[in-house]
């Protein structure tokens, strides 16, 4: 049987709607016996709520099998006094981390929604006292680096945006807490108990998901849905093994996979 992760926003879903087939899907993966853990970069829910937004949608998962970077920034923060332009619905999700404005050891960028707060999170004081606290010294840390999500309202900025200016006013390159770091990735394959070459990663993201996880020696399936575009897969350092047109053409092409009835391209 294989492990096999499972990107959230894009592949099961887009804006709450989910992926046709995508339900299904996700059964007939459980039904066949593989491993499966959720893993996202949706860093603007708690990982129980977000949970709690898939079993709405028709998803069987468990609070447990949902991996988020808020706890892993809780995980690699911990104890530290931290700048946090977060959402703050994650604020629960941080504990154990010493929230505070000034004079802090670590400044953390978090990612942003579909409502207004990223006005006020990503604002010019808020940016610059980022700023300020980077250059006195504090370390700089970010739960993902993406640039832009789909949504049903179309692409939508996200916070790596601000999280590259931040770099090149400072000059010091954060440190990414979620995918596609060599981190996330491991600790998810560490709850799997899987090794990487035994790990599938399906994802609409080309750029950075397929990538990482080629560099880290999983196997890696391409959805058509979310941000996938057909000109970006064309420029893309890194060619996934397999591209499907959604999730729910996954399941037949893992059994073949495993069987020896699939032709690797």
Not at 167 to 185: D, I, N, Q, R
Request: hydrophobic share 45%; aromatic share 8%; net charge negative.
């Amino acid at each position: 049987m294989a492990s096999i992760l499972l990107d959230i926003d894009g592949v099961l879903h887009v804006s709450g709607e989910p992926i046709p087939g995508a339900v299904y899907a996700v059964s007939e993966l459980r039904r066949a016996g593989h491993a499966l853990r959720f893993v996202s970069n949706n860093s603007t829910r708690p990982r129980h709520g977000l949970a709690d937004e898939l079993r709405q949608m028709g998803f069987a998962i468990e609070d447990e099998e949902l991996q988020t970077t808020p706890n892993a920034a809780a995980r690699e923060l911990a104890g530290k006094r931290v700048l946090a332009l977060v959402m703050q619905a994650i604020v629960p999700d941080l504990e154990g981390l010493e929230l505070v404005g000034h004079e802090v050891e670590a400044v953390l960028v978090g990612g942003c929604d579909e409502t207004l707060e990223p006005n006020q999170v990503f604002s010019y004081m808020n940016l610059g006292r980022a700023f300020s606290e980077i250059q006195a010294g504090a370390s700089f840390y970010c739960l993902h680096k993406n640039k832009w999500w789909q949504t049903s309202r179309g692409p939508m900025l996200d916070a790596g945006g601000f999280v590259a200016g931040l770099e090149y006013a400072t000059g010091v390159e954060a440190v990414v807490l979620g995918k596609p770091s060599p981190s996330y990735f491991a600790a998810a394959l560490d709850a799997l108990e899987a090794e990487p070459e035994r790990t599938w990663l399906v994802t609409d993201d080309v750029e950075q998901d397929v990538r990482g996880a080629s560099l880290f020696g999983m196997r890696t399936v391409l959805v058509r849905t979310g941000k996938f575009r057909p000109e970006t897969l064309e420029l893309a350092e890194s060619s996934p093994d397999i591209v499907v047109s959604s999730i729910a053409q996954f399941p037949e092409i893992l059994e073949e996979d495993i069987t020896g009835g699939w032709a690797h391209p």
